[in-house]
């Protein structure tokens, strides 16, 4: 068995006790920070690889087999084990070392976080970090990684972390854009401007808008419309119409007065604004490779400005 194997056979049976401990897949993946679906496929990973039926499953409630119960108390023996190792490892946790692996959405991985891993790495010269930069959602578990970086206003139970900073969204167009086309007073005047948007599904094209506790939603559409911050900015650049875009990536254009900000009066409201936090498991003993890494971004992320306050983030 590789070193791979071991340690992914490692975690199927510390899963394996929390499902136990906890009763049932759903606690335990609350507690792990993963899915359900998560959960029961890495029991069926570990009694494929053990060539045995470890839980019986009823309608009310999961019951070990016999053979499940002697490899219960194996593992629970591995996790005392384990702990009671962490218990004494402190005088070797003086230097960070190990991989960390990220999961982090697109923009805000290339943006944010990659402008900074240069610096981590040459603090940190025995962590190397794997940086994985998606959308869709990726479960802790299921999808191998150490640490989500999300955008969220309610982490989800189960999870710790540490918030890094606001995000926000903003509408905003060229000078000459709004000198040609004029330049909208209320959201729903957008409806006769060509508007720059997401374009991964049909709400895209629905922008929300808050102002004094009051909603307004307006129906977009423009000639173009793309799923990367990158494209879209460089679309409002030139002159194509109003565009969507995070602060954090329109913010050296809206400096310089290449851009000016769309409707500043009001809040612009996407699943793609709210606060960016680095999460994971929640544990007693976080790996010091990790702590490090998470450090590291906090103190980073607390000078980026937000559109808010117009200076630091708050911390």
Known sequence: MSTNQSIALLNEMAVFAKVVETGSFSEAARQLGATPSAISRAIA????????????????????????????????DMLNAAQAVLAVSGAFDAEPQGQVRVSVP???????????????LAAHPKVDVLLRLEDRYMDLIDDEVDLAIRITDHPPPGLMGRRLMRIDH???ATPHYLA???TPAHPQALKEHSCIYLG????????????QGKSVNVEVRGRYAANHTGVRLDAVLRHLGIASLPYFIAR???EEGSLVQVLPQWSF???Y?????????????????????????????????TLAGGGKAAR
């Open 200 to 211: 991964e599904s049909p709400a895209d094209a629905r922008w929300r808008f808050r102002r």
């Open 45 to 76: 990973r570990l009694e494929k690889a053990l060539g045995t039926q470890l839980l019986q499953r009823t309608t009310r409630k999961l019951r070990l087999s016999e053979s499940g119960q002697d490899i219960h108390a194996r593992c629970r």
């Open 269 to 271: 409201r996407t699943h």
């Open 170 to 172: 903003l509408l905003c």
């Open 106 to 120: 697109k923009a805000v991985g290339h943006a944010l976080v990659h402008p900074h891993v240069p610096d981590f």
């Open 252 to 254: 050296p254009a809206l």
């Open 180 to 182: 040609t086309h004029g």
């Open 273 to 305: 604004c709210g606060e960016l936090w680095a999460l994971y498991p929640a544990t007693r003993h976080l790996p010091p490779r990790l702590g490090a890494f998470v450090q590291f971004l906090a103190q980073r992320l607390a000078q980026e400005p």
